[in-house]
């Protein structure tokens, strides 16, 4: 199944796609997809159980050999600025960049999002009254916002990656200082 042959390869190839990780064989930890600190890429398990020995002996060289060459490119190219390291940075103001015109009623979460992927059930039975979502399948980010008060926004931020929900941050909007919120037409369209 994981062909060490093919591991600098498969490496290469998700370089350039923005999508490669370190990759290893069995668990990681409490965190699924903990962040590597050397690389900024997350901590990605390929399989923990493999009917053979032969496979379970191919996928740890192919997990070495993918590694070995991550490991290379970033020693030449630096840390990319597409790295789970900076994608999960919360940042007030970018948190509401990426949500204007990506945003939805909770009404649709279960519509819109694909529950194979995500784990709706959390987002939905979250514990503040969240007027709207958003999901980035491309950046590896849902978030949930809406009002806590008539003075204050909030976003969560998750990281969708994770089957359970990992809230990244949760950041708050004191309206005197955000008098206009993305989510405002929304809770208009409500009344």
């Given at each position: 199944m994981f062909d060490p042959a093919q591991a600098e390869a498969d490496a290469h190839r998700d370089w350039a796609g923005h999508?490669?990780?370190?990759?290893?064989?069995?668990?990681?930890?409490?965190?699924?997809?903990?962040?590597?600190?050397?690389?900024?890429?997350?901590?990605?398990?390929?399989?923990?159980?493999?009917?053979?020995?032969?496979?379970?002996?191919?996928?740890?060289?192919?997990?070495?050999?993918?590694?070995?060459?991550?490991?290379?490119?970033?020693?030449?190219h630096g840390i990319p600025e597409w790295a789970d390291v900076h994608r999960r940075k919360a940042d007030?103001?970018?948190?509401?960049?990426?949500?204007?015109?990506?945003?939805?009623?909770?009404?649709?979460?279960?519509?819109?999002?694909?529950?194979?992927r995500h784990?709706?059930?959390?987002l939905v039975n979250w514990t503040w009254d969240a007027i709207a979502f958003a999901d980035l399948p491309d950046h590896g980010l849902s978030f949930m916002v809406g009002d806590v008060s008539p003075?204050?926004?909030?976003?969560?931020?998750?990281?969708?990656?994770?089957?359970?929900?990992n809230l990244l941050a949760s950041e708050h909007y004191r309206?005197?200082?955000?008098?206009?919120?993305p989510w405002d037409h929304l809770t208009q369209n409500l009344s």
């Open positions: 999508r490669c990780g370190v990759l290893c064989v069995g668990l990681v930890g409490n965190d699924p997809y903990p962040i590597n600190p050397e690389s900024g890429l997350n901590t990605r398990c390929i399989g923990e159980h493999f009917p053979t020995l032969e496979e379970h002996l191919a996928a740890a060289e192919y997990c070495s050999i993918y590694n070995e060459t991550v490991s290379a490119l970033i020693a030449e007030r103001r970018r948190m509401l960049e990426l949500i204007v015109g990506n945003l939805h009623p909770c009404s649709e979460l279960a519509r819109v999002i694909d529950v194979r784990r709706v059930h959390q003075r204050c926004g909030r976003i969560d931020m998750f990281d969708s990656t994770v089957r359970h929900a309206r005197r200082h955000f008098p206009d919120l």
